[in-house]
């Protein structure tokens, strides 16, 4: 079992739609946790970061971490379509390692 | 100003050689990472220094070398480079280790 799982998607919605993107994990450790957007040919940009459970907003974008659950999730709302990328989920515990989700793929159509 | 650069953007070999990457942040962070990330988008993580130690060293084979001169540079060289080497290559900085990461923009190398 991976530490960290991800619908890759493609996710196809259309202009001003919400999106929500979501992440489930197995390890109770991991307390910290991010979300970064790729574009192609990019390297990841770091969307949200979050410690512990609860909610995070930041514009459009609204993290949540439900621990209990091992599932996070990243909304989008009225999407554009320059928030068309591969949106990356990131986890990590009481270490320096990451795990990262394989990401999801998101079309957002004008 | 860039916060996390690589060099070189691009790099195209013959299976055999031993190349460079370089990379530098600007962010006064003290832990760095190389990741590997293959044709699926998958992010692996290689190596990780901090304050130039090395803390993570991933099944990584030992053809690859990183070096950290000082903890705003890291460095990964690459010897008998193989077809398998072929993927794009993230550096990464963090303020802290196991905090939320900054990455380069990639070097994609590809081995022939």
């Known amino acids: 079992q991976k530490e960290v799982e991800q619908d890759p998607g493609p996710l196809s919605v259309p202009e001003g739609a919400i999106v929500s993107l979501n992440c489930t994990y197995s390890n109770s450790a991991f307390q910290y946790f991010m979300w970064y957007r790729q574009y192609s040919r990019k390297g990841p940009e770091l969307l949200m970061y979050?410690?512990?459970?609860g909610n995070k907003e930041d514009g459009r974008f609204t993290a949540q971490v439900d621990k209990s659950s091992k599932y996070i999730s990243l909304f989008i709302r009225d999407s554009q379509p320059s928030d068309s990328a591969t949106y990356l989920c990131a986890m990590s515990g009481n270490f320096n390692k990451f795990y990262f989700g394989s990401g999801t793929k998101l079309n957002v159509k004008p | 100003d860039t916060a996390v650069s690589q060099t070189p953007k691009y790099l195209v070999t013959q299976m055999g050689n031993d190349k460079s990457i370089k990379c530098e942040q600007n962010?006064?962070?003290?832990?760095m990472y190389w990741y590997k990330q293959d044709s699926k988008k998958f992010l692996k993580i290689m190596f990780s220094y901090n304050n130039k130690e090395l803390i993570i060293n991933e099944t990584v084979p030992n053809r690859f070398s990183p070096k950290s001169p000082d903890k705003a540079h890291l460095n990964l060289h690459i010897n008998s480079l193989e077809l398998g080497d072929s993927a794009v290559y993230f550096c990464?900085?963090?303020?802290?280790?196991?905090?939320?990461?900054?990455f380069g923009p990639g070097t994609r190398l590809t081995v022939t």
């Open positions: 962010l006064g962070h003290d832990t």
């Open positions: 979050t410690y512990s459970s």
């Open positions: 990464a900085s963090s303020p802290l280790a196991g905090r939320e990461q900054y």
